[in-house]
């Protein structure tokens, strides 16, 4: 039983937006977190325009943290919930969107982060946010995908948390060098999956589009991980 998760920062679709379709489109994920959602007036249609021209519709993600949660036709959605977390005073609000999907009659809970460039709002909201899919997924004998922008890299304090409790997918099965900041210049990976031990990854890392898409589309590169469920 297998699921294709995505991970893809569409930076307020400020960019190319049909670039930005054609990848979201080249990534054929049964579901993609998003970040950086629409979140200004509109941002309903936005984001289910931006879903369904790219074969998908949106599960879960309310306005304020501007995180989303995807998914392709035919993915079962079990359950659903946006939560904020730790409001900073003078940082941005911050949130995970949770949906818990059956494919192939195995069950997942996935999440979509967007942590903080402050150090330690960071580790706060990474410390809730896996506490919070961890709750979710108990409740509904699923696996836990928890990924997104993690807006720093694997040799810090946040990252080696995550990793210490869910497995980081890319260095098990790398396809591609992993980096996926600036898409114009990528020289750092701070856009991750992780996922529960027990999954099996097959492989995990970026997206065969259009090379002129990746650049148009956002600042970011989208990351892909197939997850295998025994």
């Known amino acids: 039983m297998t699921i294709t998760v995505g991970t893809y920062n569409v930076r307020g679709m400020k960019d190319d937006v049909a670039a930005l379709i054609r990848v979201l489109s080249a990534m054929r994920a049964d579901v993609v977190c998003v ?5 200004f007036l509109g941002w309903r249609r936005d984001r289910m325009r931006l879903a369904e021209a790219a074969g998908l519709r949106v599960a879960a993600g ?17 359950h659903t919930e946006s939560r904020l977390l730790k409001i900073f005073l003078g940082l941005e609000i911050r949130a995970i969107a949770i949906a818990v999907v059956e494919v192939e009659g195995a069950r997942f809970a996935v999440g979509s982060i967007h942590l903080d460039l402050d150090e330690a709002a960071r580790l706060r909201h990474a410390t809730e946010a896996v506490a919070m899919i961890e709750q979710v997924a108990a409740r509904f004998d699923a696996a836990i995908v928890l990924a997104g922008d993690i807006n720093e890299q694997d040799d810090k304090t946040t990252w080696r948390y995550i990793a210490a409790r869910l497995s980081d997918c890319y260095p098990r099965a790398p396809k591609g060098n ?4 600036t898409a114009r210049s990528p020289g750092k990976r701070i856009d991750a999956i992780f996922a529960a031990q027990g999954l099996q990854v097959a492989w995990c890392g970026g997206v065969e589009a259009d ?6 589309a956002t600042d970011h ?3 892909v991980a197939r997850l295998v469920r025994g």
Do not use: I, K, Y
């Open 35 to 39: 970040q950086e959602a629409p979140r």
């Open 62 to 78: 309310r306005r304020l943290g501007s995180v989303a949660v995807f998914v392709a036709p035919g993915v079962r959605v079990l």
């Open 178 to 181: 992993g980096m996926t900041f």
């Open 211 to 216: 090379p002129a898409d990746l650049v148009a």
């Open 221 to 223: 590169l989208p990351v």
